[in-house]
């Protein structure tokens, strides 16, 4: 079972920077993509960013594009999301999730914290 670890999580002012990771471990073979999904309050949980795991292929929201980075280091098997410029709106519960291929996210982490202040 491939199991995920987000971090980087907390609390800034707007059009500060934050750097979240999302650690994986178990048989990260199985691994196709990864990808960056945040749920604020009272709202539904939505598609932040995705990377695959080789690297040559990467997706944006275009809430988020041309502030967001998304990478993987895979010597070190963990995928960041760089996020600049951040804005109140970009409040919310991030989690990193996992993709076998199969068109669907099989494996989630539990989430970070990220709150922007106005």
């Known amino acids: 079972q491939v199991q995920l670890v987000e971090s980087g999580g907390g609390l800034v002012q707007a059009g500060d920077s934050l750097r979240l990771s999302c650690a994986a471990s178990?048989?990260?073979?199985?691994?196709?993509?990864v990808g960056w999904f945040r749920q604020a309050p009272g709202k539904e949980r939505e598609f932040a960013a995705s990377?695959?795991?080789?690297?040559?292929?990467?997706y944006y929201a275009d809430s988020v594009k041309g502030r967001f980075t998304i990478s993987r280091d895979n010597a070190k098997n963990t995928v960041y999301l760089q996020m600049n410029s951040l804005k109140p709106e970009d409040t919310a519960v991030y989690y990193c999730?996992?993709?076998?291929?199969?068109?669907?996210?099989?494996?989630w982490g539990q989430g970070t914290q990220v709150t922007v202040s106005a």
């Open positions: 178990g048989p990260t073979f199985r691994i196709y993509r």
């Open positions: 999730a996992a993709s076998a291929g199969t068109g669907h996210y099989n494996y």
């Open positions: 990377i695959t795991w080789s690297g040559d292929n990467t």
